[in-house]
């Protein structure tokens, strides 16, 4: 009976029901300037802060239903205990830390697999309302667009490419954009050059692409090798061998191959290389890499565990968790994004399916608690070296 209670006082504090402010040392994130080690700069720079409050924002949504962004704050990562005001306590708990590694976070993150590890998963996530995305409230499902996705802690992007010819241009091309592309895209190109610029300013962070393609672009597999090559991120972007064991974090941040890409094209992709042979780093999701839940949910009470695409037990594990009635609205997000229903189901699926949800996928995610369910999940595992927890 102790040792059950032992569990639960942790579990709460991850949940944040032990408190309104305040988080468990394990979600401490000591490496203040992102630059991927802890160093005297990040005790300076909380060191610098001392005093400063950082206060809970109100949520005020926009007429469509979105959450107007928070005022920046210079001091909000210096709060590195998030009890709201930088003190001598942060200064300390960096400090302590210092020339610590740390990988999407957490330095003890570091020291876990790819495999093992659960990445807050944005849904189409290129198809985003505000500045300077602009897509229409009818086709899209996020509010912010992938630069502030990522800033935020989303480390799994659910990504749509369309070949597109917009009524200005001369000629198509590769877009960004979900479903109907007339109501928002952007350049393919273009959408992952922002992304590379993420991980160049982010060395200790690891994401991961899902890839959509579709009729149009399912064949095009040189033209995309040509954008990634374009953007920069075929430099970033890890090679896995089908059954082969996942490195750790650590050691994709020190190989500097921090990108992870996912489709889900099954074709040969005889022509993604200039020389004929198939990219290494284009991995066929469901050929024994990933698997997922059903995602057309109308309601909470269709969620499911069952697998939909791909074999249980395979390496990853997607789990969708998004309400869909012809579009996805903000308003389907407040019903389903917050907890206890979304850490509940993601443990729940976890104990139905042996393993963790790597990618907890919602709509607009700052409406709710994906991030910190990430974050829960993660804890959860190293209390339990994997198992599935209670």
Request: charged share 20%.
């Amino acid at each position: 009976m102790a040792r059950a209670r032992f569990f639960v006082l942790p579990l709460l504090l991850v949940l944040g029901l032990g408190s309104c402010r305040g988080i468990p040392t394990f979600l401490v994130d000591a490496d203040v300037d992102d630059d991927g080690v802890v160093t005297t700069a990040d005790v300076a720079a909380v060191t610098a802060c001392l005093g400063a409050e950082i206060p809970l924002e109100p949520e005020v949504l926009d007429a469509g239903g979105c959450p107007l962004r928070p005022t920046a704050n210079a001091c909000a990562a210096a709060d590195v205990d998030r009890d709201g005001v930088v003190t001598f306590a942060d200064v300390g708990l960096v400090a302590a830390r210092e020339d610590a590694v740390v990988c999407n976070g957490s330095e003890l993150l570091c020291e876990r697999r790819f495999d093992d590890v659960a990445y807050a998963t944005t849904h189409n996530a290129m198809a985003a309302r505000f500045d300077p995305y602009f897509y229409s409230i009818l086709i899209s499902n996020q509010c912010s667009g992938v630069p502030t996705q990522l800033e935020d802690g989303i480390r799994g992007l659910m990504l749509d490419i369309h070949l597109y010819q917009p009524p200005e241009a001369e000629f198509a091309d590769l877009y960004l954009c979900h479903s109907d592309c007339d109501f928002g895209a952007q350049l393919l190109v273009d959408g992952l050059t922002e992304i590379r610029a993420f991980l160049d300013g982010h060395p200790g962070e690891v994401i991961a692409f899902i890839i959509e393609t579709n009729s149009d672009t399912a064949p095009m597999e040189a033209a995309i090798r040509d954008d990634f090559a374009e953007s920069g991120l075929v430099s970033y972007a890890h090679v896995q061998a089908p059954g082969a064991t996942w490195p750790t974090l650590g050691e994709m941040v020190a190989a500097d191959r921090r990108l992870v890409v996912l489709t889900d094209d099954g074709s040969p992709q005889t022509g993604c290389n200039a020389d004929g042979n198939p990219c290494p780093w284009y991995h066929p999701l469901w050929s024994g890499f990933a698997f997922e839940t059903p995602f057309q949910a109308r309601t909470a009470d269709e969620f499911s565990c069952a697998d939909l695409r791909g074999e249980p037990g395979d390496d990853l594990f997607i789990l969708n968790h998004f309400l869909t009635v012809n579009i996805g609205l903000p308003r389907f997000a407040q019903q389903v994004n917050f907890d206890p229903l979304l850490s509940r189901r993601a443990r729940a699926c976890w104990a139905a399916q042996g393993q963790i949800p790597n990618f907890p996928t919602v709509d607009f995610y700052e409406i709710g608690r994906v991030v910190r369910t990430a974050n829960l999940l993660n804890y959860l595992w190293g209390q339990s070296d994997g198992a599935s927890p209670p």
